[in-house]
């Protein structure tokens, strides 16, 4: 289905955007290598790409990021008329890796993991549920959210997609968030949690992904009055785990040999090869060619939300950050471990209930910590978990609008079917948050 709002975009306006973020990629790899390129020119072609792709937002986005350049634009005058001096060059570099890898890791969307699923009858039952929630959260921690659209598009095939059915799908794919190196998340956590490594928080994460998804089977929603009793769910196949093992074993080899790349760089880097690689094998040079480039010149622009919600992010953080050095925020506690940890997840979460996004709430957590010097793997692990589980009850969260876009279901409703769950994954965070402080001897 075409996008509506590419319709507001030229053809040379699109296909220069497009390869503007091609070039965001490759130059965000280049700073990333550890080969002294510098990450300004990525910047440059990130906020070309937002100039091109502007009309394509629609008006919620736009005013989103309005508001968010608005705010650093303001914190960046405040902090000059005092006298400091803030870091400019954050404007075009604060996100840029993020960015780089969020585009680089699209690409795995080119390989299929369907497979015969098309074919296969839906399975029902307590079993089927298990399959389902865990399937689109191994399988979207690698290819994000078009996972869920796989899913739902097959199960709605059967007949309307329920409520229970888009609540269990949205929850398997929302934890990956805690672990997972190709979400979004993770990249916002490792830049705002300096000094955290990418196998220190995966490591920290998986865990806690276990006990939630344990909790997202658990907590489900009695079926609604007209609904069936079993749950119709997935017929996720063991062969569809390939992708995720191998991309999981060629990162770790990454890191083993290429000690001098940003972890950032790595998963872009794992992510283009093995997206080429498996569209060359599957569909021979000459198609595969046409796919890359009508993944570039399709796919690519349809970011347009993601691009501009990270760029502004980066202003309001570069923003945010000068005026802190000059007037730092007068904190309630002395030390940053797992009990104000949970203090401040909790807030962060309170936020995403009235719909404020996580990365919002990462940024100026980010800067307000700061000066506690908190452990990095903790703090990154407090991120993950106001995405992971804070956007469950966040009824702007973009799994819960574009399940409400292409079905019919309330966004609002999903959210609010959510909360006994994130409740009592909230708690199992706060538990875990003492066993990482343990082991990072903050505790």
């Known amino acids: 289905m075409t996008d509506p709002r590419s319709q507001s975009l030229s053809r040379p306006r699109s296909v220069v955007a497009a390869w503007l973020m091609v070039a965001l990629v490759l130059l965000s790899l280049a700073y990333g290598a550890g080969s002294g390129f510098p990450a300004w020119p990525a910047g440059l072609a990130a906020w070309g790409a937002g100039v091109a792709l502007w009309p394509r937002l629609d008006p919620k986005q736009q005013r989103f990021a309005l508001v968010l350049c608005a705010l650093g634009g303001i914190a960046l005058v405040a902090a000059v008329v005092r006298g400091n001096s803030p870091a400019w060059a954050g404007l075009l570099t604060q996100n840029t890796p993020l960015l780089g890898m969020l585009a680089a890791v699209s690409f795995l969307q080119l390989v299929g993991i369907a497979g015969d699923e098309e074919a296969r009858p839906l399975p029902r039952g307590a079993r089927a549920l298990w399959q389902t929630v865990a399937g689109v959260h191994v399988v979207g921690a690698v290819i994000n959210i078009s996972s869920v659209f796989i899913v739902v598009e097959r199960l709605a095939r059967s007949g309307r997609l329920t409520q229970r059915q888009a609540v269990a799908v949205a929850r ?229 609008l574009a399940l409400q876009g292409r079905f019919g279901l309330s966004a609002h409703g999903l959210a609010r079917a959510n909360l006994r769950y994130c409740v009592a994954s909230y708690l199992a965070a706060v538990a875990w948050f003492f066993v990482v402080a343990w082991w990072r001897g903050v505790l």
């Open 172 to 400: 398997g794919f929302l934890s990956a968030a805690l672990w997972s190196p190709f979400f979004a998340a993770m990249a916002v956590a490792l830049t705002y949690a300096p000094g955290a490594r990418l196998a220190d928080v995966a490591f920290a994460g998986v865990p806690l992904a276990a006990a939630v998804l344990w909790l997202a089977v658990r907590t489900l929603p009695a079926p609604r009055a007209g609904e069936a009793p079993e749950f119709v769910g997935f017929p996720m196949h063991p062969s569809a785990l390939w992708l995720p093992l191998l991309l999981t074993v060629v990162v770790g080899a990454g890191h083993f040999l290429l000690s001098g790349w940003s972890s950032l760089s790595i998963i872009s880097g794992a992510a283009l090869a093995i997206g080429a690689l498996a569209v060359f094998v599957a569909s021979g040079p000459a198609e595969g060619i046409e796919r890359i480039g009508n993944h570039v010149t399709h796919r690519l622009p349809a970011m347009a939300g993601e691009l501009m919600l990270f760029l502004a992010a980066g202003v309001f953080a570069t923003g945010l950050q000068a005026v802190l050095q000059l007037d730092p925020w007068v904190l309630p506690f002395t030390r940053f471990g797992p009990l104000q940890a949970a203090l401040v997840l909790a807030v962060m979460i309170a936020f995403a209930g009235i719909g404020v996004h996580s990365v919002v709430t990462i940024v100026i957590a980010s800067a307000w910590l700061a000066p506690l010097s908190p452990d990095p793997t903790l703090l990154a692990m407090m991120f993950l978990a106001s995405w992971g589980i804070g956007l469950s009850v966040n009824p702007m969260a973009g799994v819960h």
